[in-house]
């Protein structure tokens, strides 16, 4: 019994040191491939992808159903006028999103970009009808976690430059 009990406290005090990293990979590329796999509704260049919503109705929902007078102002009065040039931002931010943190290359900022995005589609979502602000929370949660532990250390390209030999890299350039 002694050692079940002493397994146990050892699991629950797992420390940076000792805690498994692969767990944070697999979230980030999850995470990645959710960012990319939202696009195919949003394809440019008329931003519907042939979905049952599109961009626009996305954003007359969100001033339809502000849960911020200001935001859906905000919405309503410069995103909705300029539509295409913010779909294709839009657009831009979440394929750079989805593929920094597949790749795990600069996955600190991919962390940051992904979290403003999750943090801007959750002010914009939360009182949207059949909307689940929870997964917002989520995605906001994730991004933070990412943003503060770097992931793209472990099956990434920032872990892969981590132990490249820098003075090999200056070699291959010259």
Do not use: C
Not at 49 to 71: K, T
Not at 157 to 162: E, P, S
């Amino acid at each position: 019994m002694t050692s079940i009990a002493t397994r146990l406290r050892s699991l629950l005090q797992a420390d940076a040191a000792t805690a498994p990293l692969w767990p944070l990979a697999m979230a980030r590329i999850a995470l990645g491939v959710m960012w990319l796999w939202s696009l195919r509704w949003k394809l440019p260049p008329d931003f519907d992808g042939g979905a049952e919503r599109s961009v626009g109705d996305w954003l007359d929902a969100a001033v339809e159903h502000a849960a911020f007078g200001w935001y859906g102002d905000l919405i309503d009065q410069l995103v909705v006028p300029n539509l295409t040039a913010f779909s294709w931002a839009l657009f831009a931010a979440e394929a750079i999103t989805g593929m920094i943190l597949v790749s795990g290359a600069f996955t600190r900022i991919g962390a940051a970009l992904g979290l403003a995005l999750s943090v801007n589609l959750g002010i914009a979502m939360l009182a949207v009808p059949g909307e689940w602000p929870w997964a917002y929370a989520m995605m906001v949660m994730w991004h933070g976690t990412f943003l503060v532990s770097n992931p793209g250390h472990l099956w990434g390209v920032d872990g892969w430059l981590r132990t490249t030999d820098p003075h090999q890299l200056r070699g291959a350039a010259t």
